[in-house]
């Protein structure tokens, strides 16, 4: 019913995290499709984890024409795409299998090195939550929503800034979606846990 699609780029050293977190689920994706954009240092994962689907790209993408690649490959119901520095709630896709309409949005836990970056990112959005940040995403957008595949693809990841540089990744598919009339409904769980961390804002100096 639900494909997982984990998006890496440079982000190698923390994805078993993520792994693990969709291995563990007390109900199983249907499939996990892991995608390592271009950063060269995910090669050690297919031999750890053996039955995840890897498409391990030589050269960078970005972020657009990466995520339309992969949205195109999937064949279940719902996709569900996470990046690997993040992780899911043990029970996230349990809950999220009760799903029926074509956009599922749930809530996040803001943690790691630097979740204090969320405060002044989205001022008075976060609370204190168990030594992190819970973020209300209620009816609301975030990169790890739950899609309907076939409604996805109609509309796909294609839309870009007018620069060229900076893709607008899924906000593009959002709003394309609910423009067109899609369903959404708001899971008032924190099942995504959103890691700020220093790779967050230095992966792209050297580039």
């Avoid at 007390?26 to 996990?32: D, E, H, Q």
């Avoid at 050690?44 to 960078?60: F, G, S, T, V």
Wanted: hydrophobic letters at 35%; one cysteine or more.
């Amino acid at each position: 019913m639900i494909t997982v699609v984990i998006a890496s780029y440079r982000y190698g050293h923390l994805a078993s995290h993520c792994i693990e977190s969709l291995l563990s689920q007390t109900s199983s994706p249907a499939k996990i499709l892991f995608v390592d954009d271009g950063g060269l240092d995910c090669a050690h994962l297919p031999a750890l984890y053996p039955d995840l689907e890897y498409i391990l790209r030589p050269m960078n993408l970005g972020t657009v024409d990466n995520f339309q690649d992969m949205l195109a490959r999937v064949t279940t119901e719902y996709v569900l795409f996470i990046g690997a520095d993040n992780w899911l709630r043990s029970d996230a896709i349990e809950l999220l299998s009760d799903a029926s309409t074509d956009i599922v949005t749930y809530d996040i836990v803001v943690t790691g090195e630097l979740k204090e970056e969320i405060l002044s990112r989205v001022p008075g959005e976060t609370r204190p939550y168990q030594g992190d940040l819970y973020w209300d995403r209620q009816e609301q957008h975030h990169g790890s929503m739950m899609y309907r595949t076939v409604f996805g693809q109609k509309i796909g990841y294609k839309k870009r800034y007018k620069n060229g540089r900076h893709p607008q990744e899924d906000w593009n598919l959002w709003d394309k979606m609910l423009e067109q009339g899609a369903t959404v409904a708001s899971l008032q769980e924190g099942l995504l846990f959103y890691r700020r961390h220093r790779e967050n804002f230095l992966k792209y100096e050297s580039e």
